[in-house]
Nanobody, 117 residues
Framework: QVQLVESGGGLAQPGGSLRLSCAVS????????MGWYRQAPGKQRELVAT???????NAADSVKGRFTVSRDNAKNTAYLQMNNLRPEDTAAYYC???????????WGQGTQVTVSS
């Protein structure tokens, strides 16, 4: 069974940086397009950034130029580098893996990011 485990969340000051990791187990990450989502209290879950199997990336307008998604297939891990953090980036961040052919989706348990001075 595929499992995703996020790590790297925490408290950051405005303008600071954090790097989230999403470790995939149970199957090779090579089979999956990866994504990062976030959900703030009282709001719907929203897409933050995605990276396909061949490394094509996309990001929400709200994080373009500040957040970078990447993957290390050898380590079976995806990353979200978050720079120039803002208070409005405060949310629980979730990793998502979608099988490229079967379209089955898996979710991690989430990691909390809080941006505050």
């Amino acid at each position: 069974q595929v499992q995703l485990v996020e790590s790297g969340g925490g408290l950051a000051q405005p303008g600071g940086s954090l790097r989230l990791s999403c470790a995939v187990s149970g199957n090779s990450i090579n089979f999956y397009n990866m994504g990062w989502y976030r959900q703030a209290p009282g709001k719907q879950r929203e897409l933050v950034a995605t990276i396909t199997r061949d490394g094509t990336t996309n990001a929400a307008d709200s994080v373009k130029g500040r957040f970078t998604v990447s993957r290390d297939n050898a380590k079976n891990t995806a990353y979200l580098q978050m720079n120039n953090l803002r208070p409005e980036d405060t949310a629980a961040y979730y990793c998502n893996a979608e099988h490229w052919k079967l379209l089955i989706k898996y979710w991690g348990q989430g990691t909390q990011v809080t941006v505050s001075s």
